[in-house]
Structures are given as structure tokens and as C-alpha cells.
């Protein structure tokens, strides 16, 4: 990989980030400062904006793997990562849902559920079906395609979060999932 390939990809090895630098260029950490990779972790303390960057930054790069990584595990089954996260979505209702509920649900624009959808459908994985009580309302319902692909989902991303976890232990895997639960459901107080 040439320097160029390796400035223009944030996941490259040997790429150095501004979060890696200890200081910006031609600036030297001030006495008694401490730098971004020795910063202390404690919240509100003294370099914890810079330990936060960086622990930010490692998520982000987490987040680009874990996207590689499943979106490989999910190419034999013919289907992206966002359609997969529409169908599993369809299939979490009780009831075929409408257009509007998966946007809300997914929390995206009602145009993006149309291009998804239209994807699904042509695939035969859903349907449009008219509401019963409403036949002004399209619901979406999955197809016997659907379900079965739904299986297939299963086991690809049984393997894809096989692949990211690998390097963890069980004991570790436990607390990680503590940890993502509080970030992702931070309660009333915490969240968006």
C-alpha cells in the first residue's frame, strides 16, 4: 500500500491519526501535560477530552470493521447491510408494518424505506399489501423469501460478530456487552 492509499484509508495500518499525534505539528506538549496517548481517563479531568477523542475514534474505526466484516459475511446471501437491518426490522412488528412506521423505527427518511423496500421486493423478500381497514395504507409483509432469508441472516451475522469477537474472551465479551448496553441505552436522562 502506497502513502497515498495508506492517508486516504482511516483504517490503514500505519496510518497515523490526529488522535495518535502527541501534539499538533510543531507544537510540544507543555510541561506537566499529559499527552493524548498517556492522557487519564477520569471524566472531567485533566486530558479525559483527549483520552474521549480517542476512545471516540476507536469506536468509529470499530464501527467501519464490524461494517466490512458483516457486509462480507452477508454477500453470499445476496443482500446488504441496510436491507438486512430492514427485514429483521419487518419481521420485529406484530403486524405488517406501514412505510412510516419502519422510517420512525429506523430512524431514516420515509425515501430511504422506499428504496430498501423496492430492493426486497424486486427480490421477492416482502410485499406491498393494502391495510384491510385502510386500503389507502401500504403495509409491508414478508414473503416465505423473506423468512428464509431471514435464517440465513442469522447465521451470518452469528459469524461476522464471531469474527470481530474472536480476540475476546467470554468474561470479556460479557463486560463489552454491559458496556454497549449503557451507551446504546443510556436511559431518559442520557438520551438523544
Same mark, same amino acid.
Request: proline residues 8%.
Given at each position: ?11 490503514a495500518p =500505519? %496510518?497515523a ?6 501534539g499538533?505539528?510543531?507544537?510540544? !506538549? *507543555? ?6 496517548a /498517556?492522557?487519564? /481517563? ?9 483520552a ?5 475514534? #476507536? ?7 464490524? @461494517?466490512?466484516? #458483516?457486509?462480507? @459475511? ?25 412505510m *412510516?412506521?419502519?422510517? *420512525? %423505527? ?13 430492493g426486497?421486493?424486486? *427480490?421477492?423478500?416482502?410485499?406491498r399489501?393494502? !391495510? ?12 416465505? $423469501?423473506?423468512r $428464509? ?7 451470518a %451475522?452469528? $459469524? ?16 463489552? =456487552?454491559?458496556l454497549?448496553?449503557?451507551?446504546? !441505552? ?7
Open positions: 500500500m502506497s502513502t497515498t492509499d495508506r492517508t486516504s484509508d482511516p483504517d =500505519g %496510518r491519526s490526529e488522535a495518535d499525534a502527541p499538533r505539528a510543531g507544537e510540544a !506538549d *507543555a510541561p506537566g501535560r499529559a499527552s493524548e /498517556g492522557a487519564p /481517563g477520569r471524566a472531567g479531568g485533566p486530558g479525559a477530552s483527549d474521549d477523542g480517542l476512545l471516540a475514534e #476507536q469506536l468509529l474505526r470499530l464501527t467501519r470493521r464490524l @461494517h466490512r466484516i #458483516q457486509k462480507r @459475511h452477508l454477500e453470499p446471501v445476496g443482500i446488504t447491510p441496510a436491507q438486512s437491518r430492514l427485514l429483521r426490522t419487518v419481521a420485529a412488528f406484530g403486524e405488517p408494518p406501514r *412510516a412506521d419502519l422510517a *420512525a %423505527r429506523l430512524e431514516v427518511v420515509p425515501r430511504a424505506v422506499t428504496s430498501l423496500v423496492d426486497l421486493e424486486a *427480490a421477492g423478500r416482502v410485499r399489501a393494502p !391495510d384491510p381497514v385502510n386500503r389507502r395504507v401500504i403495509r409491508i409483509e414478508l414473503t416465505d $423469501a423473506g $428464509a432469508t431471514l435464517r440465513e441472516l442469522r447465521s %451475522r452469528r $459469524a461476522a460478530a464471531e469474527d470481530i469477537l474472536a480476540p475476546l474472551t467470554a468474561e470479556q465479551r460479557e463486560v463489552l =456487552g454491559g454497549l448496553t449503557a451507551l446504546v !441505552d443510556p436511559g431518559p436522562e442520557g438520551g438523544c
